[in-house]
């Protein structure tokens, strides 16, 4: 059993910058694919970022290629989502996902991931 905590949203403006945090509990993080997704009143979820277990594999959407960094740092527990040049329509519920694969390179698809975080609302203003 995973257990995820995001924190760092909050209100900014457009071009400006936020790190999203997901802190993991369990001894086995440096196991799990993450990922980030969003979800924007009235929208379905979508996919943002996705973290291979070591780090080593990224893949990003289209709409935050060359904007958004996802980082882990398994001696933390801990994945981030650095947002750079954010837009207006960046503005959504950011959650974190977990699940449990060394075989994957990353995962893109929320039906992929088992454990959710109850998410962290990102709001950027024109």
């Known amino acids: 059993q995973v257990q995820l905590v995001e924190s760092g949203g909050g209100l900014v403006q457009a071009g400006g910058s936020l790190r999203l945090s997901c802190a993991a509990s369990?001894?086995?993080?440096?196991?799990?694919?993450m990922g980030w997704f969003r979800q924007a009143p009235g929208k379905e979820r979508e996919f943002v970022a996705a973290?291979?277990?070591?780090?080593?594999?990224?893949y990003y959407a289209d709409f935050v290629k060359g904007r958004f960094t996802i980082s882990r740092d398994n001696a933390k527990n801990t994945v981030y989502l650095q947002m750079n040049s954010l837009k207006p329509e960046d503005t959504a519920g950011y959650y974190c996902?977990?699940?449990?694969?060394?075989?994957?390179?990353?995962?893109?698809?929320?039906?992929?991931?088992?454990?959710w975080g109850q998410g962290t609302q990102v709001t950027v203003s024109s």
């Open positions: 996902a977990a699940v449990e694969d060394r075989y994957a390179a990353c995962l893109l698809y929320e039906d992929d991931y088992d454990y």
């Open positions: 369990g001894r086995t993080f440096s196991s799990y694919i």
């Open positions: 973290i291979s277990w070591s780090g080593g594999s990224t």
